[in-house]
């Protein structure tokens, strides 16, 4: 007796699933279509059905932690009233984001080429707020283009370095905060001189 086929997109979710569950218990390096197909008891040309490589299902992963992290900041940046307020937080949603989800993201991004394509698809969907927040620097000081953008980019990385070494355990949520957000107020009160 045959069983009726399950929905590509239902099995597509279903090795989601299954990778995310590996990752989070055995760490990325254990993803296999091999070992996700012999988890769910399928072939692993059903596997393969779903996802090319290994790669495609570790980006997706990451895309999906991406996309977590964007609506966490999304909806806590339209708490905010002013500029400042915005990009605070948004850097503590991030930190907390990271506390919460752990090192999926960041255990996935450890691989430049999956970095680089995660990299690619974040600007695609975040350039026009990264621009706005240039913009607006420019407008609040002295600051060129340039030094905007560095500036931007800077805390960027301060707060996403933060979030990684709270998912990893080894910064607090609490110590994190403490050392960004001073940071972040000082960078954004800085005014136009007279």
């Known amino acids: 007796k045959s069983r ?8 597509k979710l ?5 990778a995310r569950q590996i990752a989070r218990t055995q760490g990325v390096h254990e993803v296999s279509l091999r070992t996700i197909a012999r988890n769910l008891g399928i072939s692993e040309a059903q596997a393969h059905n779903c996802f090319s490589t290994r ?3 570790l980006f997706e992963l990451g895309c999906e932690e991406l996309d977590a992290y964007e609506s966490v900041r999304v909806r ?15 850097s503590v949603s991030h930190l907390r984001e990271a506390a ?10 450890a691989d430049s080429a999956l970095r680089k394509r995660l990299n690619r698809r974040q600007r695609e969907t975040r350039g026009s707020a ?3 927040h240039v913009t607006a620097i420019m407008d609040d000081t002295n600051a060129s283009q340039q030094v905007a953008y560095l500036k931007t980019k800077m805390l960027s990385g301060l707060v996403k370095r933060a979030g990684h070494l709270v998912a990893a355990e080894r910064l607090s949520l609490t110590e994190a905060e403490r050392l960004c957000v001073p940071i972040i107020v000082d960078s954004a009160v800085q005014q136009k001189a007279p």
């Open 14 to 18: 279903q090795v989601l699933g299954e």
């Open 4 to 11: 009726p086929r399950m929905p590509l997109e239902r099995r």
């Open 130 to 132: 990264v621009e706005q």
């Open 55 to 57: 790669e495609d299902i």
């Open 100 to 109: 919460q989800r752990g090192p999926l993201l960041q255990n996935i991004s």
């Open 76 to 90: 806590s940046i339209s708490r905010g009233s002013t500029r400042i307020t915005k990009v605070i937080m948004s």
